[in-house]
Nanobody, 124 residues
Framework: QVQLVESGGGLVQAGGSLRLSCVAP????????MGWFRQAPGKEREFVAA????????YYADSVKGRFTISRDNAKNTVYLQMNSLKPEDTAVYYC?????????????????WGQGTQVTVSS
């Protein structure tokens, strides 16, 4: 059973910052694309950001472009999501996931393994 573990969520005021981390204990995903998705109450899960295996390419949803930065440290088997200038509409449960087989990085069904999620709440 592959497990991803997210951390770093919390409550922050609008305009603030948070840094999410995702680690895969005992496993290495250094050869695969990693992604972050989020799901707000009553809404479908949506793509946030993705990064290719060596960190050379990063992709973002339009809603977070310029505010969020995805990065990875393969030596630590960890992927990060730095979130700046947070808005109330960023409130959601954030999930990290591994894409092992597809070049489609925006669609969640192409991701094989998921974490349990971490709650991010942005107050106005």
């Amino acid at each position: 059973q592959v497990q991803l573990v997210e951390s770093g969520g919390g409550l922050v005021q609008a305009g603030g910052s948070l840094r999410l981390s995702c680690v895969a204990p005992g496993r290495t995903f250094s050869r695969y694309t990693m992604g972050w998705f989020r799901q707000a109450p009553g809404k479908e899960r949506e793509f946030v950001a993705a990064i290719n295996w060596n960190g050379g390419s990063a992709y973002y949803a339009d809603s977070v472009k310029g505010r969020f930065t995805i990065s990875r440290d393969n030596a630590k088997n960890t992927v990060y999501l730095q979130m700046n200038s947070l808005k109330p509409e960023d409130t959601a449960v954030y999930y990290c996931a591994v894409n092992m087989y597809s070049t489609n990085y925006e669609t969640d069904r192409f991701y094989s393994y998921w974490g349990q999620g971490t709650q991010v709440t942005v107050s106005s």
